[in-house]
């Protein structure tokens, strides 16, 4: 159950930053290859925000498309669901530049 942890980590984060003011929005940066489910993340968020001040916040996603930088020919590209292959050159390896982000971006708070 990845998006519980997952899940957890920002709802602490949120709480850290806003002490007790009420959450309005949350927007997280959500990388496309961070495979976690969306809806699994909402539902988690909903359960650990009962009857705190985050109880009516709701979770904004912002997706981030993925980009892996070749590590034989040094071309970027878009890994295609999720697959590292290099569609230059071939090559499995690779190094993810964006796309697995998972984080708090943005708190809107009721002041
Ligand atoms: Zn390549």
Not at 16 to 45: H, M, N, S, Y
Request: glycine residues 6%; neutral net charge.
């Amino acid at each position: 159950m990845r998006e519980l942890q997952a899940t957890q980590v920002i709802f602490d984060t949120v709480v850290r930053q806003t002490g007790a003011a009420r959450v309005r929005q949350v927007r997280i940066a959500f990388g496309e290859l961070c495979e976690l489910d969306p809806k699994a993340v909402r539902r988690q968020w909903a359960a650990l925000g009962k009857a705190t001040p985050l109880e009516r916040a709701q979770l904004q996603f912002r997706l981030i498309r993925a980009e892996a930088q070749c590590m034989a020919c040094f071309k970027k590209y878009h890994p295609v669901n999720g697959e590292i292959h290099c569609p230059h050159c071939g090559s499995f390896g690779a190094k993810i530049l964006t796309g697995e982000e998972f984080h708090v971006e943005h708190i809107e708070t009721d002041e």
